[in-house]
């Protein structure tokens, strides 16, 4: 691991990586510090217990999945010139967000949520990750409602926060995807949004 990472930085990471390998329970104080290239004491300095570094760790993994969402939104919806460009941008950005290798990141949200069922402290960060990424989201929303392509009766952070809910849905299907037709799970969720959105 790089040194040029400054410590707690790097207890983070290999907590993330040891989560994402085997589940909190997988998470040992010594093998994470051997992993950060510190010594075990060196843990305490930066967080008093385990469950401390592993809440730090879990909302991390949180804060990192939103970023990975929002990214490319700003992007993509960005460049649109007129509502077509900008309805052809979200069918897009849908079909991408929904492609199987991006169900990491919406399980990793479930994973978080679960553990912040018995954290105040984890409960209290996603909750302000949360704000955040929908406070970004709102006000992209309302640049296009100034512009007339999404309807302007509707608060614009609270359609970005029901957008983020919609594209985390998209985990019941996955996990029993054998009986589900996960192409028209994405049809319905993408026209769904659409149709929302859209002035009348």
């Known amino acids: 691991m790089s040194q040029a990472l400054d410590t707690r930085t790097r207890l983070i990471q290999a907590t993330m990586q040891a989560i994402s390998e085997g589940g909190e329970a997988s998470v040992r104080v010594h093998n994470i ?3 950060a290239e510190v010594r075990e004491p060196s843990v305490y300095h930066f967080f008093k217990n385990r469950k401390e570094l592993v809440d730090a760790a879990q909302a ?41 290798e991006r169900h990491e ?6 994973n978080v949520w679960g553990s912040a069922q018995s954290s105040a402290h984890l409960a209290e960060v996603v909750n302000q990750v949360n704000k955040e ?4 989201f ?6 296009f409602q100034q512009k007339g392509w999404v309807r302007t009766d509707l608060d614009p952070m609270m359609l ?11 985990n019941m299907v996955e996990m029993n995807s054998n009986n589900y037709d996960l192409d028209a799970w994405d049809k319905v969720s993408i026209e769904s949004v659409l149709a929302t959105m859209k002035p009348n």
């Open 33 to 35: 510090a051997e992993q």
């Open 60 to 100: 991390e993994r949180y804060r990192q999945s939103y970023i990975e969402l929002f990214g490319p939104f700003r992007v993509m919806v960005g460049l649109a010139t007129t509502a077509e460009e900008f309805e052809n941008a979200l069918r897009q950005l849908f079909t991408g967000v929904y492609r199987p």
């Open 105 to 110: 990141a919406r399980a990793i949200r479930v």
């Open 133 to 136: 990424i929908s406070r970004q």
């Open 138 to 143: 709102g006000e992209l929303i309302a640049e």
């Open 160 to 170: 970005g926060l029901w957008i983020m809910g919609q594209i985390n849905s998209r």
